[in-house]
């Protein structure tokens, strides 16, 4: 196939994919049209729930493996959409539609870069695709449940909307629910021990606690409580304030580590983290692929946002066209020369970095 039948198949492939409701945990229908992608090309595939995946037809389990991995489930169209979210539309340049940019392009293009080296004799990588569901909620059922069948990955490539810059790092995840106790009583009555009052102290505490290590390309952990909830009645003092906090943890703790931080340290009466499963992520920087794509001329950094990479215990690397400032937008879109570009700088990239 030629690249530019392959970039107009996957451009195609998009469109549909756009135009059929793929709601986190309700990805079957995407699923099939991946499925109809491989059969259509006539390559072997794999599919358990709403993930469907394939590794190269010359599959040599002496080699190491590179997964390229991306999402075709969506969040929910905001109340801002001035369009249709399931109509994909191409109007200057851009193709329209929910899903088009996080992470449609990124699948696709991918998934047109492993048809490409598909029937490939003489990689130094073996190839995995995993076109996968339940990102977009850090679902079980998504890349975590096939991380077991898959064979082992030594290396990774998340398809996320980066402009094509190399994302070497990503902050992992972790909430916690606190609890600011008090004593509960009548309004009208004298009560020195309010849960309200204390957790202005709490809130000033949380506010100013800095973690001391710094990662060079993920800077400081990011501490936000971003939910209070307290109170029933007016005329009642609670006994209690709850707090959710957000965490955005860099390269240099563990989750683990944070929670012990929080736990020893944080003025306040009840702290538990919701999961520590959503880990920060990060390649090597003299890893090949990284130094294949500086010298392609794409840029390293760090990202803050979340993907699949915390699911991954192998050296990972955040890559794909399209832009994070447009996801969970009104009208989202992405460049069509966004994915025929993206495709062709992955196919440039793995050839230098494995062949």
């Known amino acids: 196939m030629k690249l530019e039948e392959l970039q107009s198949g996957a451009i195609e492939l998009l469109k549909k994919l756009i135009a059929t409701q793929s709601f986190s945990k309700e990805e079957d229908k995407t699923g099939d049209l991946l499925e109809g992608w491989f059969r259509e090309n006539e390559m072997a ?23 390229l991995n991306s999402h075709h489930d969506t969040v929910k169209p905001n109340s801002a959409y001035t369009r249709d979210p399931f109509e994909a539309k191409i109007e200057d340049g851009k193709l329209y539609g929910l899903g ?11 998934l047109a870069t492993f048809t490409w080296y598909y029937e490939a004799k003489d990689l130094k990588y073996n190839l995995i695709f995993a076109g996968t569901g339940e ?3 850090n679902g079980k059922n998504g890349i975590a ?5 898959m064979p082992k990955i030594n290396v990774a490539i998340v398809g996320e909307p980066t402009l094509m810059q190399l994302a070497i790092a990503e902050k992992g995840l972790v909430v916690f629910d606190a609890k600011v106790k008090g004593t509960p009583s009548h309004a009208a009555h004298p009560n020195d021990n309010n849960a309200i009052y204390k957790t202005a102290e709490v809130l000033k505490w949380f506010e100013e606690f ?10 400081k952990v990011k501490l936000t409580v971003t939910q209070i909830n307290a109170g ?6 609670p006994g209690h ?19 012990q931080i929080l736990q020893e ?14 880990n920060s992520s990060s390649i090597p920087p003299d890893h090949e692929l990284v130094k294949a794509g500086i010298s392609l001329g794409m840029e390293t950094y760090g990202s803050p946002t979340l993907s699949d990479q915390a699911m991954l215990d192998c050296p990972s690397l955040k890559l794909g066209p399209g832009d994070s400032t447009r996801s969970h937008s009104a009208d989202e879109f992405i460049y069509v020369k966004e994915i025929e570009e993206g495709i062709e700088k992955y196919i440039k990239l793995l050839d230098k970095a494995f062949r």
């Open 241 to 259: 304030v709850d707090l959710v906090i957000d965490v955005r943890v860099n390269d240099a703790y563990s989750n683990a580590e944070i929670e």
């Open 145 to 149: 449940c096939m991380l077991p069948k």
């Open 135 to 137: 990102e977009e909620i």
């Open 232 to 237: 029933s009645q007016h005329n009642v003092v």
């Open 210 to 219: 800095d973690f001391p290590k710094e990662s060079v390309a993920l800077g």
């Open 100 to 110: 088009s940019n996080d992470a449609g392009g990124c699948l696709v293009s991918l």
């Open 45 to 67: 595939f794999f599919r358990h729930l709403n993930n469907v995946w394939a590794t190269n037809k010359y599959f040599d389990p002496n080699k190491p493996s590179l997964l």
């Open 265 to 278: 340290n944080a003025p306040i009466d009840e702290i538990t983290a919701r999961s520590l499963r959503l």
